[in-house]
């Protein structure tokens, strides 16, 4: 089972990222699929999530507007588009499977920077 997460990177105030987020070794499209973000010192925080079939999503209160979450489950991939990106916007952004009673797993984390 992995989950690979790519994408991160630096970039300036107001300009844009998009995360990958590519699983295997599980079925991707039973799975409950989430964004969250963590900075030193301070717990995760769960930053989107997606749910299939169906597809409904949710934001956290600090991205609404911003951030797209969007998944293709043809390619087992969870994306993140992130726009009009901030300095508090920096963390290591992780992608996470979920699906209740069976498993729950993590990837590795990418860093996203934003800084002029």
């Known amino acids: 089972v992995q989950l690979v997460e790519s994408g991160g990177g630096l970039v300036q105030p107001g300009g844009s990222l998009r995360l990958s987020c590519t699983a295997s070794?599980?079925?991707?499209?039973?799975?409950?699929t989430s964004w969250y973000r963590q900075v030193p010192g301070k717990a995760r925080e769960l930053v989107a999530f997606?749910?299939?079939?169906?597809?409904?999503?949710n934001y956290a209160d600090s991205v609404k507007g911003r951030f797209t979450i969007s998944r293709d489950n043809a390619k087992n991939t969870l994306y993140l588009q992130m726009n009009s990106l901030k300095p508090e916007d920096t963390a290591v952004y992780y992608c996470?499977?979920?699906?209740?009673?069976?498993?729950?797993?993590w990837g590795q984390g990418t860093q996203v920077t934003v800084s002029s």
């Open positions: 070794g599980f079925t991707f499209s039973l799975y409950v």
């Open positions: 997606i749910n299939s079939p169906g597809g409904g999503s």
């Open positions: 996470n499977a979920y699906r209740s009673g069976i498993a729950n797993y």
